[in-house]
């Protein structure tokens, strides 16, 4: 099991890929158009192992926020792996599709964006009408990304007397929150639909338009205690979708709807494209955070690493350095924390089939 997760790219892939031959599963590929860190192949990979009329759907995906993959790469490998998972979701009658790699480029590259410099998560709006506008982050756009990495004195002063002031919830729900007005900033949702966005609604389209009932686990990493997973509704804002959703995964489900969620209240959201591409379904979603460090060394890690994309001419050592502070803030490479992923997407992808499978 723990031989499931990878620590680049390219094993990670070449583990999904290896997995879904060895189960006599069919991989469709959807090429990146830039390489890889170290030049290779990026994909957004795609399994199907169910029926292709199935009624019952169950989508599980990967880097959403690239860095995050190597968590949600690990959990895919071994549930291909996993015979009694397989046989299992083929008796409920509920088909898998499995996502690997929703952002290769920052997968690879060790970047939590894409490779547009866009949050995906922040990029899936209506770009019809007018971008939502973040007017804490313009408050606190200046003490992020100082001239210098490590900052110096004068933005860590400044940067501490904002926390003592406000807490840390506020900056991290001004900085997470997402915003369109610095393409070159931090949780930049974008002005149009990144290669991402676009790749996923087309899968979307070709896997889920002929199924009723519809359920997604999006993994992610980086909120909370170590470790710990926490069930974040992943629908729009309906009662009856979380009463589903309760239903299925727990009474401590949380929402960004109600304050009740680590992460803050979010717009642009992926799995919003659920309803635009099936509108024939009904959609259930779960986004499972995993815990990694304290929110203030992942704040840290991010604005370092951010820093580092506007700053391409910094040494080799501190580049290295950062890199490992990223990896190090959304995966912990662990035996103990890889234990605790594994059991618990287990469990919360046992209880989507279930859930799934009652009519």
Request: with cysteine.
């Amino acid at each position: 099991m723990q031989d499931a997760f990878s620590t680049h790219y390219a094993q990670a892939r070449g583990k999904f890929l290896h997995s879904a031959d060895a189960a006599g599963l069919t991989v469709e590929s959807h090429i990146h158009p830039l390489p890889g860190r170290d030049g290779e192949t990026l994909a957004m990979d795609v399994v199907r192992d169910g029926p292709e009329d199935a009624q019952n759907l169950l989508i599980v995906s990967s880097a959403c926020h690239g860095v995050e993959g190597f968590c949600g790469s690990g959990v895919q490998v071994n549930a291909l792996r996993d015979k009694a998972w397989r046989e299992t979701a083929h008796a409920h009658k509920v088909a898998i599709v499995y996502i690997h790699g929703l952002n290769p480029y920052g997968f690879s590259h060790i970047r939590r964006v894409t490779h547009e410099n866009v949050d995906l998560n922040r990029n899936f709006q209506d770009y019809s009408q007018a971008l939502p506008v973040n007017e804490a982050y313009r408050e606190v756009e200046p003490l992020l990304l100082p001239e210098v990495w490590p900052p110096n004195e004068a933005n860590a002063h400044a940067t501490a007397q904002f926390i003592a002031e406000h807490g840390m919830s506020v900056l991290q729900a001004a900085v997470t929150r997402g915003q369109h007005e610095y393409p070159e900033g931090m949780f930049f949702g974008g002005t149009s639909e990144t290669w991402s966005n676009l790749t996923l609604r087309k899968v979307l389209q070709q896997h889920a338009r002929q199924t009723q009932r519809l359920a997604w686990i999006d993994i992610h990493t980086g909120l909370g205690p170590s470790g710990v997973g926490e069930r974040i509704f992943a629908c729009a804002d309906d009662a009856a979708a979380l009463a589903r959703a309760r239903a299925w995964w727990g009474e401590k489900i949380t929402s960004i709807y109600d304050g009740s969620s680590t992460s803050a209240f979010l717009t642009g959201l992926m799995w919003m494209s659920a309803y635009q591409e099936c509108p024939q379904a009904e959609y259930t979603g779960l986004a499972l955070e995993y815990g990694t460090q304290p929110m203030d060394q992942v704040m840290m890690a991010l604005r370092g690493e951010h820093w580092l994309h506007n700053h391409p001419q910094a040494s080799a050592d501190l580049q290295a350095q950062i890199k490992q502070d990223l990896m190090d803030a959304f995966y912990t490479d662990t035996d103990a924390w890889r234990s605790q992923i594994l059991a618990q997407a287990q469990e919360a992808m046992h209880q989507a089939i279930r859930g799934l499978s009652q009519v």
